[in-house]
Each structure stands twice: as structure tokens, then as C-alpha cells.
């Protein structure tokens, strides 16, 4: 029997794809969210980071899309404005967001 502990599971993310913040919905040829999923998944990983909030859905339709591929969601990147304390209230409500995205995956 295989001891979990000596298992390594490696996790992809869009970015490798060139899908993040700075090119989603900006840039030409930057792939869907289901595509990355696809290649992610086509490739063996066992996760995916989460890429800009909503590439790969939100509630159910992120969890199904996951599911359908054997994929675990392992992370995600949020950037805190602590520079600028005065966005943080805004800040803190879209990390609300984000947490609930990744309670629904």
C-alpha cells in the first residue's frame, strides 16, 4: 500500500498558459478557461491555481468544470492594496468573493 505522505501531486495554473490578470479579455489568443482546464487536465496534473477570478466560472459551474475533469482547485493569487489603505474595504469585499469562489469548488 502507498503512504500518502510519500505521493507528490503537482498543481498547473493559467498563468503558464499566458491566462492572468493582465491579459484575460485584453489580449488575442490568450485561451478560454476551458481550454486551459482541458490542457491541464490532458496533461496529468491533478490541480489547477485559480487564474482571474471568474475564468473558470463561479459556483457550480466552476465545481462541475473541476469535477468533469478530475481537477482540485489548489490555490489562488489576491493582491491586498496595504499601500493604499484606503482601498482595502473594497479590497476585503472582493476577497470575500474569492473565498466564496473557492468554497463553491
Known amino acids: 500500500m502507498t503512504d500518502m505522505r ?3 501531486v503537482i498543481a498547473n495554473a493559467p498563468v503558464s498558459y499566458g491566462a492572468f490578470e493582465l491579459t ?4 488575442p489568443d490568450v485561451p ?3 481550454t486551459v482546464l482541458d490542457q491541464v487536465a490532458d496533461a496529468g496534473y491533478a490541480g489547477v491555481d485559480l487564474g482571474p477570478l471568474g475564468y473558470f466560472g463561479y459556483g457550480e459551474e466552476l465545481a462541475s468544470s473541476l469535477r468533469r475533469r478530475s481537477l482540485s482547485l489548489s490555490g489562488g493569487f489576491f493582491e491586498l492594496p496595504f499601500s493604499e489603505l484606503d ?13 466564496d469562489v473557492f468554497d463553491a469548488a
Open 87 to 99: 482601498k482595502m474595504p473594497v479590497a476585503l469585499r472582493e476577497l470575500g468573493s474569492l473565498l
Open 6 to 8: 510519500d505521493v507528490v
Open 32 to 34: 478560454d478557461g476551458a
Open 24 to 27: 484575460v479579455g485584453i489580449m
